[in-house]
């Protein structure tokens, strides 16, 4: 969609913000001693990084969003029982000294820890703009009236990229090098709706331009000592995120009839010294004038570094606590990230900075959201495409720049991938298949949502959605006719239920006409491992409102039902340079899905007013098979309409793709007829069940 000014005081104002940082101060010159090649690099006068601050010894990423969470809270009169909606927006999954956890998603441990036991919680990962692409979705659903408040947190313990990055930078053009500019932060963002008009979000606009989607990749190193490693090509990142970030400020500020002079301050992503000035000058020369100045720009870097999604909040806590900002000042936020992405968001300040100043307490109290009676307009599945397991892998060119991005676009559209097939060939093929049946081209879709857990090269940044839509011809740069959006959602196996609940109200709210939801799992895991593997699938679900009103989701629900095993999970691990995924056995929690899910069901369906007779089909989510027996022989009226899976798929755990597949069976010969209704039920790790009702 193009760039529209949002309604004036339509949005969302931030109630409070919280920050975490580590105790321990690193400097620069620490940093480069520490380096096993000596470097004759001045770091600190090209970054203007004097020192940032250091986790990992007691701390790690979900106990800094925890910290930061806490004390956002602390300074609200919301509380915590009243988050309506709870988004983890952290890169960084480490959460020990030897680990990462894929599953329960952070927000589900954020959920539980914190007590947000009515939120609905999930994942959102998009590089650096992960934080501002929460306050979108936020924003957007707080502007829609459907919810009343919103957690966004992140917590990022990167500096151990930099200790990997020590052992590894061979000399002063290594791609390494940016890694040694990262600090740990974590931060939190509450927000509820801006009824008095006194401050809140004008705008918020970001584009994903996915062609530079090389030029910035982390992952798990190769090398024996493990770790993790970033790999930047920093000019040519540099300059592609400054031409494009610019331009999406002269657009935005266009739409909404304002220059840069209209505001008081500039917060730009934190990266270094030199890209901060280089963005003041580029804005001058578009603007055609001194419309910027770069002592109006805050610079937080000397004390903090890069602290990846949490710079903009660290950077607002401190101008606000040192007077650089003050209440009423209007603030340009500007979003730049690997992907690439780039964002822009007018804001007028209430009284944040006072209160922050004082140590004082909001008085605000979220408002409840709108609990439609009746059915919503339907946003619908026009199509679904899969990649296809059994069959045979057609040949593709060789490999691209990461293991995550190897087939060519146009062979990954066209064929299917086989069983050996890598992340972005089953995204490929599934949503290729999905625009084919939808009559769609990849310029056509505005928004794309990447919903898997495991990924080849388990890729920690960019977001995988970004790869995909630099990969397959989904361009949203200033030389394209339209513009899209691409950030990757997790939430286990609930997390495809989630992305399409995601996309449907972003459409509603008008963010957004054409979404693909695309899920591809590529399971790596050790050998011996108990239980079922993920199946290697992919799959894609084109969503649209349904202009005739007579098809697609109507409404959904979810919640925790119990509170996490802390043993139960999937995580990265190393050993001599090879990662793999160590995951419990997921039949064990299969029965307590099964126990749980009739009365979500039963929620969802009272909550829309619809009698469990009308319901033609249930899409459940992978059981295994006695389990799926039992819950058919004793659930009342439902049971007996439990979907089975086509025989190509049936015995697999389908995860992310059981929904589409399912759907898509019930749909095509599945015994359903155009107009009645199914429920369409999702499961993670995490002990979340979530329901959708859909219309045929």
Same mark, same amino acid.
């Given at each position: 969609m193009s760039i529209q000014a949002a309604p004036a005081g339509a949005g969302s104002v931030i109630d409070s913000i919280g920050v975490a940082l580590p105790d321990r101060v690193m400097t620069t010159r620490e940093v480069l001693d520490g380096c096993r090649s000596r470097l004759a690099l001045p770091l600190e006068q090209t970054t203007g990084i004097v020192s940032r601050r250091v986790a990992g010894d007691v #701390?790690?990423?979900?106990?800094?969003?925890?910290?930061? =969470? #806490? @004390?956002?809270v602390s300074r609200s009169s919301i509380g915590l029982g009243d988050v309506d909606l709870l988004i983890s927006a952290s890169i960084s999954r480490v959460d020990s000294p030897q680990r990462s956890t894929y599953e329960p998603s952070a927000a589900t441990h954020l959920r539980h820890r914190l007590g947000c036991e009515r939120a609905w919680a999930f994942d959102v990962t998009n590089a650096c703009a992960g934080q501002f692409t929460g306050i979108y979705i936020a924003d957007a659903l707080i502007r829609a009236g459907e919810i009343g408040s919103a957690l966004i947190v992140s917590g990022e313990y990167i500096s151990h990229l930099m200790r990997t990055a020590q052992l590894e930078i061979a000399d002063e053009l290594d791609a390494r090098i940016a890694c040694l500019t990262l600090g740990d932060a974590g931060a939190a963002v509450l927000l509820t709706r801006a009824d008095d008009g006194s401050g809140g979000f004008d705008h918020i606009g970001i584009r994903t331009v996915g062609r530079y989607h090389t030029l910035c990749v982390a992952g798990p190193t190769d090398r024996p000592h493990g770790g993790v490693i970033m790999k930047t090509d920093m000019?040519?990142?540099?300059?592609?995120?400054?031409? #494009?970030?610019? =331009?999406?400020?002269?657009?935005?500020?266009? =739409?909404?009839? %304002?220059?840069? !002079? @209209? /505001? @008081? +301050? /500039?917060?730009?992503?934190?990266?270094?010294?030199?890209?901060?000035?280089? &963005?003041?000058?580029?804005? *001058?020369?578009? /603007?055609?004038?001194?419309?910027?100045?770069?002592? @109006?720009?805050? *610079? *937080?870097?000397?004390? +903090?570094? *890069?602290? &990846?999604t949490t710079t903009h909040t660290v950077a607002l806590r401190d101008a606000s606590l040192d007077g650089r900002i003050r209440t009423g000042d209007r603030v340009l936020f500007e979003v730049a990230a690997s992907g690439v992405n780039v964002g822009t968001a007018a804001y007028r300040l209430d009284g944040l900075p006072d209160r922050l100043a004082?140590?004082?307490?909001?008085? +605000? !109290?979220?408002p409840p959201p709108r609990r439609p009676a009746s059915w919503r307009h339907p946003v619908r599945a026009v199509a679904i495409g899969l990649a296809d397991p059994t069959a045979a892998a057609a040949p593709h060119p060789a490999a691209a720049a990461h293991p995550a991005a190897d087939p060519h676009p146009a062979a990954a559209a066209a064929a299917q991938p086989g069983a050996g097939a890598t992340t972005l060939q089953l995204i490929g093929a599934a949503t290729g298949d999905c625009l084919r049946r939808a009559g769609v081209r990849a310029s056509g879709v505005d928004l794309l949502i990447h919903v898997g857990v495991y990924r080849t090269g388990m890729i920690a940044e960019p977001a995988i959605a970004a790869i995909a839509a630099g990969e397959l011809g989904f361009d949203g740069s200033t030389a394209a006719t339209g513009e899209i959006l691409a950030f990757d959602v997790a939430n286990g196996a609930l997390g495809m239920l989630d992305g399409c609940r995601i996309a449907a109200e972003l459409i509603r709210a008008g963010k957004a006409d054409t979404a693909v939801v695309v899920a591809s799992e590529v399971e790596q895991r050790e050998p011996g491992a108990v239980g079922p593997a993920v199946a290697r699938c992919g799959s894609a679900v084109l969503l649209r409102l349904d202009p005739d009103r007579a098809s697609g989701f109507l409404g959904f629900h979810s919640r925790s039902v119990a509170t996490p095993a802390p043993d139960r999970g999937a995580w990265v691990m190393q050993d001599g340079g090879h990662s793999f995924i160590r995951a419990t056995d997921r039949t064990e929690p299969a029965a307590a899905y099964a126990e749980h899910l009739p009365v979500v069901v039963a929620e969802l369906l009272d909550r829309l007013r619809v009698r469990p007779d009308a319901i033609r089909a249930v899409v459940p989510p992978w059981?295994?098979?006695?389990?799926?027996?039992? %819950?058919?022989? !004793? $659930?009342?009226?439902?049971?007996?309409? %439990? !979907?089975? %899976?086509?025989?190509? $798929?049936?015995g697999t755990d389908l995860f992310t793709s059981a929904l589409p597949i399912g759907l898509r069976a019930v749909s095509a010969g599945g015994g359903v007829s155009p107009g009645e209704l199914v429920v369409v039920v999702g499961a993670s790790t995490g002990m979340e069940i979530g329901a959708a009702l859909y219309r045929i």
């Open positions: #701390e790690y990423a979900l106990d800094l969003a925890t910290r930061a =969470a #806490e @004390d956002c000019m040519g990142l540099a300059a592609a995120g400054i031409r #494009e970030m610019v =331009a999406h400020t002269q657009q935005t500020l266009g =739409a909404m009839g %304002l220059s840069p !002079t @209209d /505001f @008081d +301050r /500039f917060i730009p992503h934190q990266t270094s010294t030199l890209a901060i000035q280089a &963005a003041v000058r580029r804005t *001058n020369k578009v /603007f055609g004038g001194v419309v910027l100045d770069e002592r @109006d720009v805050i *610079n *937080n870097l000397p004390r +903090r570094g *890069n602290t &990846a004082r140590g004082a307490r909001s008085s +605000r !109290t979220a059981l295994p098979p006695p389990v799926a027996r039992r %819950l058919r022989d !004793t $659930w009342p009226v439902l049971g007996p309409r %439990l !979907t089975t %899976l086509p025989p190509a $798929w049936d």
